[in-house]
């Protein structure tokens, strides 16, 4: 067991109880899933033992995006998959962030203001990378990953892409490079996410309840010219099916205070953070997504909707380039180890799934 998952079965309870008149229905879910995480509650999957025949028993996980015990295979498989589709040439890593001003609002309503989010950042990137002063080409592709927390567990809601340093013309079948150092001018790019952003809050009708302040001020909106895609791929690879913290950094939970690590931005130093047992509840169940939001997005000729493969796209930037690129096939590690009995040290064999005794009550 983790000690974030010892945190609320310890604690859970108490905080349910102490806001339960305004906890979310998915943050209770949350709460309830990690809590029964690789216990009886989660049900259990019975082995029998190859060799003395005695029975073992292995307390199933709860499946939960949310629970850090959970989802780490998952992390793995997508980088395998990104790997095998990486393309050649330089890269960049364009990151959209929101003013600080506008935050309080977007957690009371995360499911709209996520959703415009994205459309309002991946809008921006198409139209500037569509002017032929800086790419060029109808069809760019790139992918985006959702973040809502900072280093000390703030909720901080920002999106980055991986993008390919150009754009395909559906037309020619030619690829239209960027410069390597600049994909398109940031200054351009936040106005045009701003606009965007406010467009898509007007539409929604929660124009009204905004800090007008937000509109007059800059956007914060990074341009990183990353070179080739693979460092940015495994820099975001434990973000994406993973939580907010992991129990790695969890120092000790101690008197109803819980130390954590953390380090501050273009710092190598770790440092430690103490709160309280209820804030620090508080502040991971901030991240909890809305219910089904899909915190990965693909565009253009990345999406599952275009016309142009990546086989295209591949043949384009080879022709581009005057070089042909031998593509690497990241092959799945067979790591997964077969349990032994207890008793005798023999090979265990899956027989059958128990489902908790609570989901198997009538009713």
């Not at 302040?213 to 990353?226: C, L, P, R």
Request: charge should be positive; glycine fraction near 8%; aromatic fraction near 12%.
């Amino acid at each position: 067991m983790g000690i974030i998952a010892d945190i609320f079965r310890e604690y859970g309870p108490e905080y349910l109880g102490t806001y339960r008149e305004s906890i979310p229905l998915n943050h209770r879910k949350v709460i309830g899933a990690i809590i029964k995480c690789r216990t009886e509650g989660c049900g259990v999957n019975v082995y029998g033992c190859e060799e003395c025949g005695k029975p073992a028993f292995v307390f199933c996980s709860c499946g939960n995006r949310h629970c850090p015990t959970c989802q780490n295979h998952k992390t793995r498989q997508w980088l395998e998959k990104q790997l095998n589709r990486e393309l050649p040439g330089h890269h960049f890593m364009v990151t959209f962030t929101v003013p600080e001003q506008l935050r309080r609002f977007m957690r009371s309503h995360q499911r709209i203001v996520y959703t415009a989010l994205f459309a309002a950042s991946s809008a921006a990137l198409k139209k500037l990378s569509a002017d032929e002063k800086f790419v060029g080409g109808d069809c760019p592709g790139f992918f985006g990953v959702l973040h809502t927390w900072g280093r000390q567990l703030e909720y901080h809601p920002h999106i980055h892409y991986i993008v390919p340093g150009g754009a395909f013309d559906k037309t020619s079948g030619y690829w239209h490079s960027s410069r390597v150092d600049l994909y398109v001018p940031v200054p351009a790019l936040s106005k045009i996410f701003r606009a965007k952003f406010r467009d898509e809050m007007k539409k929604a009708g929660l124009f009204d309840q905004i800090n007008p302040v937000v509109w007059n001020i800059d956007w914060n909106v990074n341009s990183q010219a990353v070179g080739s895609s693979e460092g940015s791929l495994k820099y975001l690879a434990p973000y994406v099916f993973k939580v907010a913290i992991t129990d790695s950094r969890i120092v000790k939970l101690e008197n109803r205070q819980v130390t954590f690590r953390y380090k501050k931005q273009r710092s190598s130093r770790w440092r430690t953070m103490t709160l309280d047992v209820m804030e620090f509840i508080r502040r991971y169940l901030q991240h909890v997504l809305p219910t089904g939001f899909m915190k990965i997005r693909y565009y253009g000729f990345m999406g599952s909707g275009s016309s142009a493969t990546l086989d295209d796209i591949k043949a384009a930037i080879e022709l581009s380039l005057d070089v042909f690129v031998e593509y690497r096939q990241v092959t799945k590690k067979q790591d997964k180890i077969s349990p032994y009995c207890p008793h005798c040290g023999g090979k265990l064999k899956y027989r059958y799934s128990i489902m908790s005794y609570e989901l198997r009550q009538p009713g």
